[in-house]
């Protein structure tokens, strides 16, 4: 990988490719510094880490034209986060008052500073304590307002085993975009999950905690 200085100078405006690896540099001078920071994203092409919840204050100072310029918008922050676990045509899920989930669980965000890498953290020590191992990454499918926001990860055929009976099972594309099961029924959003996932239309990026982030620049 090629690293390259723009040199940016004051006015200047930069385009790239949102998959274009960057880093911006804290300021250095001895006075205040101000830009501006927008990111257009198609819909075949998700953040990885997931995209920004704007609060109502926020989408409410725009005009109802500029509202269609937030399609992520709510109270601004992320409750709940679940994993899908792919390997082999295979998804893994859990049992979770009478219906079959995604695993996952609550997250705490600072409601001053929603940051979605923090999210990915949570959920990375989330699954590191319920399933015993750690996903390097992970990548944004979508929001959902009752499951929360759910990312994926796929498991290659050497990876962990977490096909325990105490923990969840694992049930193929098919048997999940068929419906119900009789030990339990699987919700709209795992499906749908599922058929996002399986998308080929869709370009997606690796998402990282900012903890494990820091850990490889060090």
């Known amino acids: 990988m090629k690293v390259v200085n723009p040199e ?17 540099f804290p300021n250095q001078s001895d006075h205040d510094r101000y830009g501006i920071f927008n990111k257009y994203r198609a819909c075949h092409a998700p953040p990885a880490c997931g995209p920004t919840l704007f609060s109502e204050e926020a989408r409410n100072v725009f005009s109802k034209n500029g509202q269609q310029l937030l399609p992520h918008d709510g109270k601004g922050r992320v409750n709940l986060a679940r ?20 695993p996952g669980g609550a997250i705490e965000t600072d409601p001053e500073s929603p940051s979605p890498d923090n999210v990915i953290e949570q959920l990375t020590q989330f699954i590191e304590k319920k399933l015993r191992f750690e996903t390097p990454w992970m990548t944004y499918i979508d929001d959902d307002h009752k499951a929360g926001r759910v990312y994926a990860y796929p498991l290659s055929d050497s990876s962990v085993n977490i096909d325990r009976e105490d923990e969840g099972s694992w049930f193929s594309y098919e048997a999940i975009l068929n419906g119900p099961h009789s030990n339990g029924k699987i919700p709209v959003y795992v499906t749908e ?5 399986r998308d080929p239309k869709i ?16």
Request: aromatic share 10%; charged share 30%.
């Open 8 to 24: 940016l100078r004051r006015g200047d405006l930069l385009f790239m490719n949102m998959f274009t690896w960057h880093e911006g």
């Open 83 to 102: 994993l899908l676990l792919e390997c082999n045509g295979e998804v893994f899920l859990v049992q979770e008052d009478g219906s079959w989930q995604l």
């Open 193 to 197: 999950a599922v058929k996002n996932w």
């Open 203 to 218: 370009l997606r990026g690796m998402g990282e905690s900012m903890a494990r982030a820091k850990k490889k620049d060090s």
